[in-house]
């Protein structure tokens, strides 16, 4: 009797063992609640705990730039590597996307169909520019649009909270108080420092001295401006005066008729600055705006001008920014709830799928 070949005997082996057991599923990671979360959803639940650790290395100091991800799945953090720390982070991220329903269904809110056929195509959008690299990391189309659905229903359960008429609505004074610290409103006019190109020929010959002598002259007379507001002058009659002169200036040195300067409007010369906003005015002027009294002529020497400022009540602008506030004052408590509604689930982990969707098979946007 003949002796079968090693290839055959082996094939032969491997069949009898897999008789003997069943093939595991990986198309799902976690179950809850009756629903199977897609392999697509849970890996983009993933990737957004990935961007979370890199945030969390250059905090730490430890990111490197062009690192691949496998290279950064291995770097150490909070007493593991990234990889774990992202595996753990994606599980209480499983929790928190089924405690958003679960809290929605307890208070009776659902996304709208016209919001979900706006995620929906959202989706499809960002799938036919970006599909390949989705598709590369095991991210579907349908599971992209469940993720945006969730973003929308996040949203949604934010607002019910803590929105107008929200569970734990922010109220008035809360929002004008925080308006009043963010932003402030003030009727401006700016009067320039010299600079180089304003200089003729003779002065440019000793440049340094001629714009101080120049600024000593601007100075003077934003604090003459600056004398006439405290004495009840209208800062509208202070820019038309001002910006008439540099319009007859522009027209001598151009050899043409000035342009006559319109008086301004009532919100004409409203200005709205935020206490981010050091990088286009200067920090100086940036606080110097927060520190002026409400209602009282300041002048502020910025680095390229002087600011005549008069301090205004922001309150009436509240309907402008309540929505860009909300955010803003509560988005950290509203995290911190969701995580606390998050830690009561205990979704059925797939541990044969977890096992095989590792974070450093996460493919890189390039």
């Known amino acids: ?14 069949l009898t063992a897999l008789s003997g057991c069943q093939i595991q599923d990986t198309s799902w990671v976690y ?12 890996i983009s639940i993933l990737m957004d705990s990935y961007g979370e650790a890199m945030a969390k290395l250059q905090e730490a100091g430890t990111y490197e730039l062009n690192m691949s991800v496998r290279e950064a799945c291995a770097q150490p953090l909070e007493g593991g590597t990234v990889a774990e720390w992202m595996i753990t982070r994606a599980r ?3 929790r928190e996307y089924y ?7 307890e208070m009776g809110l659902a996304v709208a169909e016209t919001e979900r056929e706006a995620a929906r195509a959202s989706a499809i959008n960002v799938m036919r520019e970006q599909g390949d690299f989705y598709r590369d990391n095991g991210i579907s189309e349908n599971s992209l649009i469940m993720a945006v659905e969730h973003q929308l229903a996040r949203s949604l359960l934010f607002n019910a909270l803590y929105g107008e008429g929200g569970l734990y609505a922010v109220s008035e004074e809360e929002y004008v108080s925080f308006l009043d610290t963010q932003y402030a409103k003030s009727k401006m006019v700016i009067v320039n420092k010299p600079q180089p190109f304003d200089l003729t020929d003779e002065e440019r010959e000793n440049e340094e001295e001629a ?16 004398a006439r507001l405290e004495a ?8 038309v005066e001002y910006n008439t002169e540099l319009a007859a ?4 040195v151009n050899n043409e008729d000035p342009i006559p300067v319109e008086y301004p409007g009532p919100d004409d010369l409203i200005s709205i600055m935020g206490r981010s906003e050091g990088g286009y005015y200067g920090e100086r002027v940036v606080e110097g705006m927060f520190a002026a009294e409400q209602g009282k002529p300041t002048l502020i020497d910025g680095e390229v001008a002087f600011f005549l400022v008069i301090r ?20 950290e408590a509203f995290n911190e709830l969701i995580a606390e509604w998050g830690a009561a689930i205990e979704p059925s982990p797939n541990e044969a799928a977890i096992a095989r969707y590792k974070p450093a098979n996460i493919k890189d946007a390039a």
């Open 249 to 252: 200036i522009d027209a001598e």
């Open 1 to 14: 009797m003949k002796s079968l070949p090693i290839t055959v005997l082996a094939l032969l082996i491997a």
């Open 312 to 331: 205004q009540d922001i309150a009436d602008e509240l309907p402008t920014y309540r929505e860009e506030l909300l955010p803003l004052l509560r988005s």
């Open 99 to 105: 405690a958003v329903y679960d809290k929605m269904a």
């Open 232 to 239: 009840g002058e209208k800062m509208e009659d202070i820019f």
């Open 92 to 94: 209480d991220k499983v």
């Open 211 to 226: 714009l101080a002598a120049r600024e000593v002259l601007a100075k003077e007379k934003a604090e003459s401006y600056l």
């Open 31 to 42: 179950a809850y609640g009756g629903h199977n979360m897609p392999a697509g959803l849970y």
